[in-house]
Structures are given as structure tokens and as C-alpha cells.
T-cell receptor, first 115, second 114 residues
Framework: QKEVEQNSGPLSVPEGAIASLNCTYS??????FFWYRQYSGKSPELIMF????GDKEDGRFTAQLNKASQYVSLLIRDSQPSDSATYLC???????????????FGSGTRLQVQP | GAGVSQSPSNKVTEKGKDVELRCDPI?????LYWYRQSLGQGLEFLIY????????KSGLPSDRFSAERTGGSVSTLTIQRTQQEDSAVYLC????????????FGEGSWLTVV
């Protein structure tokens, strides 16, 4: 089982719709959760981070965290064509052998917003 | 500097040659990461430096890969005897404290082994 799992997509939504991106993780001890956006040929850029159960809103973006279900999601309201990108979920996970924690990324979900 | 700086931005090298990739993290950031991303793939963790602690090298794919961080700032990732499967973009990132904090990426070094 991968430490951080995402559906690779593509997820296609019409302009103005809500895009829902999901991520599950395996390490119950994880404490920090991040969403990054990566445009083709570019490096990842941070969208949001969340540490506590519940919802966190920032403009059109809402991150949702459920630690009991080991599930984190990103909602994008009023999706725009410029939101078309790959969205990477990242989790602060324990490194098995050393016990130290490194940020582990999922493989990303490709979002396509259709004009 | 204002952001994470990486060099070279692009590198084409012949199979079997050694390459060095450099990363200059955001000033004051104590944690530094190297990731690798092959075309169309996710981010693969390589190595993590945190302050003066021993680096976490658990992600390095083979002994051809090594990295060092001098003076707690600039880092160099070295790939010896490059192979075609090493072709990827190598991303450096830094954060203020440890991995529980937001990490910021550089623009990457695109490596092509021919």
C-alpha cells in the first residue's frame, strides 16, 4: 500500500463547477497535510495546509481533514480553466527505518476544467 | 535569497558521466529536501537535511547518488556514472524548521542523460 494515494485522473469538470480532489494516507501518526498545485513543466506550489480535523477555507479553496478515516480532500469552488493542473497531496509521514518524518507526496490528480 | 535557487536549470549529459546539481535554499530555512520527478510521474523523495542532524538518505535510489550540505545552507546532489533512467527533474525544497512546516520548491534542474 502506498503511503499517500490519489486517483491519477484526469478529473474533468465544467467551468464554474466544484472540483473535489481526494487523498488517503496510511500513517495514522501523520500530523500535517498539504495540497500543492503543479502546472505542466513547472515546480509544485503550495495551495493550502491543514493540521486539524474539519474544514479550512481560503478563497475558492477548502481543505477537509478526517484523521479517523485518514482522508484529506481539496474542494475548488467556481472552477476556472486556469485551475487545470496536477494537484499533489503531501503528508508528514514517519520514515519507517529512521523514525524521522519526511514529507511524502502522492502521485497527483490531474484536473481539467472545461470552458 | 527570495526563493529556492537551483542550478543548472537544464543539463544534458552523456551516459556514464558524473553530474552535480546545486541548491541554495531560502535564507534562514534549516530544512532542505531533494525530490526527483520523472516525466508524468509523482514526486520521489531522495534525501532530507535538517539543521546539523545526520541527513535522512533513505530515498536515495542507489549508491551512485549522494548529497551534501555545507555550512547548513547550500546543498549539492551528485549523480555518478549517470544512466538514462536518471533523466528527470530534480527538485530542491526548503522549509523553516522541519517537515511539519510548509516546504517551498525551487524551479528544478532538468537532467537528460543521452
Amino acid at each position: 500500500q502506498k503511503e499517500v494515494e490519489q486517483n491519477s485522473g484526469p478529473l474533468s469538470v465544467p467551468e464554474g463547477a466544484i472540483a473535489s480532489l481526494n487523498c488517503t494516507y496510511s500513517d495514522r501518526g501523520s500530523q500535517s497535510f498539504f495540497w500543492y498545485r503543479q502546472y505542466s513543466g513547472k515546480s509544485p506550489e503550495l495551495i493550502m495546509f491543514i493540521y486539524s480535523n474539519g474544514d479550512k477555507e481560503d478563497g475558492r479553496f477548502t481543505a477537509q481533514l478526517n484523521k479517523a478515516s485518514q482522508y484529506v480532500s481539496l474542494l475548488i469552488r467556481d472552477s476556472q480553466p486556469s485551475d487545470s493542473a496536477t494537484y499533489l497531496c503531501a503528508v508528514n509521514s514517519a520514515v519507517r527505518d529512521t523514525g524521522r518524518r519526511a514529507l511524502t507526496f502522492g502521485s497527483g490528480t490531474r484536473l481539467q476544467v472545461q470552458p | 535569497g527570495a526563493g529556492v535557487s537551483q542550478s543548472p536549470s537544464n543539463k544534458v549529459t552523456e551516459k556514464g558521466k558524473d553530474v552535480e546539481l546545486r541548491c541554495d535554499p531560502i535564507s534562514g530555512h534549516t530544512a532542505l529536501y531533494w525530490y526527483r520527478q520523472s516525466l508524468g510521474q509523482g514526486l520521489e523523495f531522495l534525501i532530507y537535511f535538517q539543521g546539523n542532524s545526520a541527513p535522512d538518505k533513505s530515498g536515495l535510489p542507489s549508491d551512485r547518488f549522494s548529497a551534501e550540505r555545507t555550512g547548513g545552507s547550500v546543498s549539492t546532489l551528485t549523480i555518478q556514472r549517470t544512466q538514462q533512467e536518471d533523466s528527470a527533474v530534480y527538485l530542491c525544497a526548503s522549509s523553516l524548521l522541519g517537515s511539519g512546516n510548509t516546504i517551498y520548491f525551487g524551479e528544478g534542474s532538468w537532467l537528460t542523460v543521452v
